[in-house]
Nanobody, 115 residues
Framework: QVQLVESGGGLVQPGGSLRLSCLAS????????MGWYRQAPGKQRELVAG???????NYADSVKGRFTISGDNARNTVYLQMNSLKPEDTAVYYC?????????WGQGTQVTVSS
């Protein structure tokens, strides 16, 4: 059973940056595609960014040019660098495989963008 633990969230002002981390309990990133997802209050969970096992990336239109997903296989960690944050980026952020597996949803990490 693989566990994914997200960290790095917090309160940041509009225009600020945060880097989220997703640590896996064992090496899976060379096997699975991975994704960062988010869920804002009253909204459905959505895919924000994805990275394939080969390193190809894709992004939701709303974050293109501002967010960057990357992986470090040696550290079993996937990152989400978030720049130029906007209030509408406020949400709980989760990592999971892509497509997501019900077994891998963790607690997520809260990101709040507010002045």
């Amino acid at each position: 059973q693989v566990q994914l633990v997200e960290s790095g969230g917090g309160l940041v002002q509009p225009g600020g940056s945060l880097r989220l981390s997703c640590l896996a309990s064992r090496s899976i990133f060379t096997i699975f595609h991975m994704g960062w997802y988010r869920q804002a209050p009253g909204k459905q969970r959505e895919l924000v960014a994805g990275i394939t096992s080969g390193g190809d990336t894709n992004y939701a239109d709303s974050v293109k040019g501002r967010f960057t997903i990357s992986g470090d296989n040696a550290r079993n960690t996937v990152y989400l660098q978030m720049n130029s944050l906007k209030p509408e980026d406020t949400a709980v952020y989760y990592c999971n495989t892509y497509p997501p597996s019900r077994a891998y949803w963790g607690q997520g990490t809260q990101v709040t963008v507010s002045s």
